[in-house]
């Protein structure tokens, strides 16, 4: 039985990638920011429309790194709806997570429910774009400023996405994206901080790097979050080939809405249409008047080697190290918890053929005819 993955890493020609090694081995510079990591900044920057970036490791060193340089501390009002990553970055740096609920239709931190979780301790706002779908950041940035709070956007899933103004990257203090090789763009595994500032990038890459700001001289109790030569040379290589695929990217979920919106009991999500989209996921939700729940189809099309995930089950709010927290009960946090139960993401890369969009969508609608 063939066997279609939930997502597959972009991965060009090995042959053009080969160059890119031969250069490195014949500069003998791996790391610390050699010539391929000063290029992947640049060409990052011109093609996310941004001024300032910081290359990562990973992008869960990005979010570690991000609140230390913002100097974060105390509570950090937060989605439970994302990966754990997102939480897991505020406990590394001793903050405690606020979960707050989602809105139901893009999934996103509801800023109607963010001010009720503000108390005197809270100083920062961390929201995800879910999925890629801009968070309400106008809404987001105005009670941010009546609070005097940061606001950090985890970005892991927004890359190239814009909203009317530009990169949506631009929101915020700091945004903080992930290259992993799931990921719509990958370094096979990295992240950057977009950088409002030289300052800040200044400061964010001396945490990266230890603290030393020379051979001598450290500043901050740093980690070491630098990318490596080789992941950013896959980085420019990458991006010779990433309109192709955001382009195919766009063409399956396109099939994919005009096969499942028929389907009685099956919801698409809400397309974002005021910008460019990354159709980085491809979500459901399955309604009660679907005849079978989200778990048995979840079971049903694996049995059919169609790898689907439910993107975001359990909540993090859900994990031991979270649910004795106050905020992390499930009747705080009503459209998350619902949510959770009924998501399915469906397969979506760019090498998933046609046909088998097709065939993933007719069993779907084979199941709500049982």
């Not at 139901?104 to 509801?110: C, G, I, Y």
């Not at 990266?208 to 700001?213: D, L, Q, S």
């Not at 001598?216 to 070491?224: C, D, E, Q």
Request: proline content about 7%; hydrophobic content about 45%; aromatic content about 8%.
């Amino acid at each position: 039985m063939k066997s279609i993955p939930v997502t597959s890493p972009l991965l060009p020609p090995l042959e053009e990638f080969l160059p890119y090694l031969e250069e490195i081995w014949h500069s003998r510079i791996l790391t610390n920011g050699g010539s391929m990591h000063k290029a992947l900044e640049r060409e990052l920057c011109d093609y996310l429309g941004v001024e300032h970036i910081a290359l990562f490791a990973n992008g869960t060193l990005g979010l570690v790194t991000a609140l230390q340089a913002l100097r974060i501390s105390g509570e950090v009002i937060t989605t439970p709806y994302s990966f754990v990553a997102t939480a897991h970055s505020l406990l590394w740096n001793g903050i405690k997570p606020v979960f707050v609920d989602i809105d139901p239709l893009t999934m996103n931190l509801d800023p109607a429910k963010i001010e009720a979780a503000i108390t005197p301790q809270t100083t920062a706002i961390m929201p995800v774009h879910c999925y890629g779908t801009p968070c309400n950041v106008e809404e987001i940035a105005r009670i941010a400023d009546i609070y005097n709070l940061r606001v950090i956007y985890d970005a892991a899933h927004a890359f190239a996405v814009r909203d009317e103004g530009g990169s949506v990257l631009r929101h915020g203090d700091l945004s903080v994206l992930s290259f992993h090789a799931t990921k719509v763009f990958n370094t096979f595994e990295g992240g950057a901080i977009i950088c409002p500032d030289a300052k800040t990038r200044e400061r964010i890459n001396n945490l990266k790097n230890f603290g030393f700001v020379n051979e001598t001289t450290v500043v901050a109790p740093g980690i070491n979050g630098k990318m490596s030569e080789i992941n950013a040379a896959f980085g420019l290589l990458q991006l010779k080939h990433i309109d192709q695929a955001l382009e195919r990217r766009r063409a399956i979920a396109a099939l994919y809405r005009s096969l499942l919106d028929p389907v009685v009991g099956v919801r698409c999500p809400t397309p974002f249409t005021k910008g460019v989209a990354n159709n980085a996921y491809f979500p459901v939700l399955i309604d009660d008047d679907y005849p079978e729940t989200r778990d048995v189809l979840f079971q049903r099309l694996r049995a059919q080697g169609v790898m689907v995930r439910r993107y975001f089950y359990p909540l993090i709010s859900e994990f031991p190290m979270y649910r004795g927290l106050p905020s992390a009960a499930s009747a705080n946090l009503p459209v998350a918890s619902d949510v959770a139960q009924r998501v399915l993401c469906l397969p979506i890369y760019p090498d998933l053929s046609l046909a088998d969009v097709r065939l993933i969508c007719e069993l779907v609608i084979a199941a709500s005819e049982v």
